[in-house]
């Protein structure tokens, strides 16, 4: 018996996996076990994309901070909550410097809750310094702007 001919089916190409399932409900991500929270597994998969491991954890850090803090529902897609992380993998792709920027933002203020006055003061509820305030008037379906800005 001879050999048969080489078939003519094409191998498939490996594909990548899909993000992990980012669930922002308690109980969901309370049964999770020690480094397999969501943002523990959107890290993995955003590392086996390529993105550069110091930004992968940022926003991993992000990610963690708006489920942990309650950050407004606003801040859900700007922290890769409604679509699974996909957009946040995008923007840090194709913008790391300018993503890294934007969370730092967000994690000084607590999700733009709050912010310092400068290095000798405290933290404070309702204030934003400048970069954060045109954060804020950036994000269309985000409250309007805080005006009260207490004296120090």
Known sequence: MSKPPCSDLTLLRKSSPPPPKLDPVWD???????????????????????LDPSVAGQARLLIREWFNHSWPKELQAVCGWSDDGQGLLKFAKRSPKEA????????????????????????????LQPDAERLLACMVSFPEPRTHNPEP
């Open 100 to 127: 890294l920027a934007q969370w730092e933002i967000l994690m000084r203020t607590d999700g733009l809750r709050g912010d310092y006055w400068g290095r000798e003061w405290e933290w404070t509820w309702g204030y």
């Open 28 to 50: 969901v991500v309370c049964a999770c076990s020690y480094g397999h929270y969501p943002w523990d597994d959107w890290e993995r998969w955003a590392l086996s994309r390529g």
